[in-house]
């Protein structure tokens, strides 16, 4: 249902030149936003013993 309705919203903003400047910003923003992301789980150490940290605190690992 979320994507039809992107897809709508695209559709619609495409028809007029500021909506076509619209989706362009938002798709460099969308671009940035995931290459960011993209470099974050690069770069994330890896838990100690194999599991995040929520589950080392219930298995009684510091």
């Known amino acids: 249902m979320k994507r039809l309705l992107k897809l709508l919203v695209a559709r619609r903003l495409a028809a007029t030149p500021l909506g076509l400047a619209v989706l362009g910003a ?17 770069h994330r150490p890896v838990p100690r013993y194999g599991r995040t940290a929520q589950e080392n605190v219930r298995a009684g690992h510091p």
């Open 26 to 42: 938002g798709w460099i923003l969308g671009r940035r936003r995931k290459r960011r992301r993209a470099e974050r789980e690069e």
